[in-house]
């Protein structure tokens, strides 16, 4: 079978492939977490690079805990699935 030509990217696709914005990385490994059994099962399948992924999402979800830690806690009974405006 004969192999495919090479084709060079372009440049804007290049930038966006190495972008923050790119979120590939970070939703396969979130994925690979999700399918395992249990984390650290999941953790232990996951190469450096992708642990890498996982200690910039737990930096950036420790930054949320502090925003979501200063909002006032909703006390009423109620049924969690209904929203409500305060």
């Keep these: 079978m004969p192999r495919p030509e ?3 990217i372009l440049t804007q696709d290049e930038k ?9 990385d970070e939703q396969r490994v979130l994925d690979t977490l ?5 984390y650290k099962s999941g953790l232990e399948r996951l190469d450096d ?3 890498g992924v ?11 805990s502090k925003l979501v830690g200063n909002k006032q806690k909703c ?12």
Aim: glycine content about 2%; aromatic content about 2%.
């Design 16 to 24: 966006w492939l190495d972008h923050k914005a790119n979120l590939v």
């Design 54 to 64: 996982v200690r910039k999402l737990r930096e950036v979800a420790g930054d949320l």
């Design 6 to 8: 090479r084709v060079s």
């Design 34 to 38: 999700e399918n395992a059994s249990n």
């Design 49 to 51: 690079a992708e642990k």
């Design 75 to 86: 006390t009423c009974v109620c049924d969690s699935r209904i929203h409500h405006k305060r």
